[in-house]
């Protein structure tokens, strides 16, 4: 199991920037990706950016050269650096972890998905 803590949140105006960070715990060594994800008021939860064990990102296309994400050699914490910030970049960010599951050397491995709680980002002018 895999906890989930985003921070770094708030109200900013625009071109401004902030960083977020999502610390995890439990058992990190067996993430194989996280990513972070945004919702904004009646929108439907979208993906931002992603980054996986090798370090490749993706990123959607609507913050591509703005927003960069980033992790630590241990998937302890994951980044988002947001610069020149929109008011259409205003959601709920939320981090996500996708973890391999495999009790024992005998059984099949799954994957997991865990959340955080979010955390507020408002942009306004």
């Known amino acids: 199991q895999v906890r989930l803590v985003e921070s770094g949140g708030g109200l900013v105006q625009p071109g401004e920037s902030l960083r977020l960070s999502c610390a995890a715990s439990?058992?990190?060594?067996?993430?194989?990706?996280m990513a972070w994800y945004r919702q904004a008021k009646g929108k439907e939860r979208e993906l931002v950016a992603s980054?996986?064990?090798?370090?490749?990102?993706n990123y959607a296309d609507s913050i591509r050269g703005r927003f960069t994400i980033s992790r630590d050699t241990s998937w302890n914490t994951l980044y988002l650096q947001m610069k020149s910030l929109k008011p259409e970049d205003s959601a709920v960010y939320y981090c996500?972890?996708?973890?391999?599951?495999?009790?024992?050397?005998?059984?099949?491995?799954?994957?997991?998905?865990?959340w955080g709680q979010g955390t507020q980002v408002t942009v306004f002018s």
């Open positions: 996500n972890a996708d973890v391999t599951i495999k009790p024992s050397i005998e059984s099949p491995a799954w994957t997991e998905t865990y």
């Open positions: 439990g058992s990190v060594r067996s993430i194989n990706a």
């Open positions: 980054i996986s064990r090798d370090y490749s990102t």
